[in-house]
């Protein structure tokens, strides 16, 4: 059990200036913080007291477009790419093999997609209906798909990969013909939720009864995990450039804006041809979601890390960002447990819970996200006692 690896952007020292380089020392406070924020908003919007009720933004798109919502879980995949570059980085730097560290990846991937796969199975455990994908499954296929490459090749070939996914990707979905349906834009609009590739492959390689909701796809589906894995090498790549020491720290944060503020705008104009759209993870979505998540850190390195203007408050983040992945497995197994637990008039636990929220606390949407900012709460119990215990567990 060890804290997830991350690093301080520069180290506290009254002798060097914020505009100085450099080396890198300890944990990057902001990073962990940002994790945090993340999982905390991944719980709040995953178990709303009344999903039919709930504010727009607390919920996903319905197909193209976004919300706050769509932006969790690349924000997610961002973070652990960041995670990851100095992590591994860090480690290769103190001589550790790089094979050790593969298999070390290997492990922590295969760990990932059993507990994923363990928490589609509950409660029933009924393996003809077990839906294969997931979102532990996508974490840990990407993290698996991203590790190998980030400890063997060299930057400039993680800057082609990310390209030839995120461009790959998007010709794949526009430029294939998509056999009964045709080519898109042409045949078929662009991204038709039956038509599009990457529902069709889903439906091709995967049977029915195991999609999500037994649909016509999955949104954690097979061609999309190629997408995905670029927003995992965009971390990468951001935590690539955090680790130099031959800039100052204002320079180095200043490109990372402008960076996300370009990568935002591509996002934005692609989406004019290619719909942004969390649901397949269009390339679109790809430089939208990581931009602002790039923005997002290099924010709140700069506030946090640099500058210390951000020193009180932080504990709640930091408690959900050094067990992110600890905090999320309990809120689904709490979920999974209140929801199947039967309770006369009200159906489940859950409902009858929610339902003992009094009226004068405010409209029906009101009631559910006050619900659903209590059950974060009861969520942060655990990942607390074990922070104050220095625990940290690696799923």
């Given at each position: 059990m060890t804290p997830s690896s991350s690093y301080k952007l520069t180290e506290s020292s009254p002798a060097q200036s914020i505009g100085?380089?450099?080396?890198?020392?300890?944990?990057?406070?902001?990073?962990?913080?940002?994790?945090?924020?993340?999982?905390?908003?991944?719980?709040?919007?995953?178990?709303?007291?009344?999903?039919?009720?709930?504010?727009?933004?607390?919920?996903?798109?319905?197909?193209?477009?976004?919300?706050?919502?769509?932006?969790?879980?690349?924000?997610?995949?961002?973070?652990?790419?960041?995670?990851?570059?100095?992590?591994?980085?860090g480690r290769l730097a103190k001589g550790t093999p790089p094979?050790?560290?593969?298999?070390?990846?290997l492990k922590r991937s295969a760990m990932m997609i059993s507990f994923g796969?363990?928490?589609?199975?509950?409660?029933?455990?009924?393996?003809?209906?077990?839906?294969?994908?997931?979102?532990?499954?996508?974490?840990?296929?990407?993290?698996?798909?991203?590790?190998?490459?980030?400890?063997y090749l060299r930057n400039w070939m993680i800057v082609a990969l990310t390209f030839a996914a995120t461009i790959g990707y998007w010709l794949l979905m526009t430029q294939v013909a998509v056999p009964g349906f045709g080519l898109p834009g042409i045949d078929i609009p662009f991204l038709d939720?039956?038509?599009?590739?990457?529902?069709?492959l889903d439906r091709l390689l995967i049977p029915q009864g195991h999609f999500y909701h037994r649909g016509f796809y999955d949104p954690e589906g097979v061609l999309s995990t190629l997408s995905a894995t670029a927003t995992v090498l965009l971390g990468s790549l951001t935590g690539m450039w955090i680790r130099r020491t031959d800039l100052p720290a204002t320079r180095r944060l200043f490109s990372l804006a402008l960076a996300a503020a370009g990568m935002i705008g591509l996002g934005l104009i692609w989406d004019h041809s290619f719909p942004i759209n969390k649901r397949l993870w269009t390339s679109s979505y790809v430089l939208f979601a990581a931009g602002i998540s790039m923005l997002l850190l290099a924010t709140l390195i700069w506030m946090i890390d640099e500058r210390g203007w951000l020193k009180k408050g932080l504990t709640p983040w930091l408690v959900f960002g050094t067990n992110a992945l600890t905090a999320y497995v309990f809120s689904e197994l709490l979920a999974i447990a209140i929801e199947n637990i039967p309770m006369a008039g009200a159906g489940t636990l859950q409902r009858y819970l929610y339902l003992c929220l009094p009226l004068w606390l405010g409209s029906a949407p009101l009631r559910s996200l006050i619900w659903s900012i209590l059950f974060v709460g009861i969520c942060f119990l655990p990942v607390w006692f074990l922070y104050r215990r220095r625990i940290f567990i690696k799923l």
């Open positions: 100085t380089p450099r080396p890198i020392g300890s944990r990057l406070t902001s990073l962990d913080v940002l994790r945090g924020l993340t999982v905390a908003f991944m719980i709040l919007v995953n178990t709303a007291g009344d999903g039919a009720v709930s504010y727009p933004q607390l919920r996903h798109s319905a197909w193209n477009g976004y919300t706050l919502t769509d932006l969790v879980f690349p924000g997610f995949l961002f973070i652990m790419g960041v995670s990851m570059a100095l992590s591994f980085q094979g050790r560290i593969a298999l070390q990846v796969l363990l928490l589609n199975a509950l409660p029933e455990l009924h393996l003809s209906t077990l839906r294969y994908m997931g979102v532990l499954q996508r974490i840990g296929l990407c993290y698996l798909i991203c590790g190998l490459p980030l400890l939720p039956q038509g599009n590739l990457a529902s069709f």
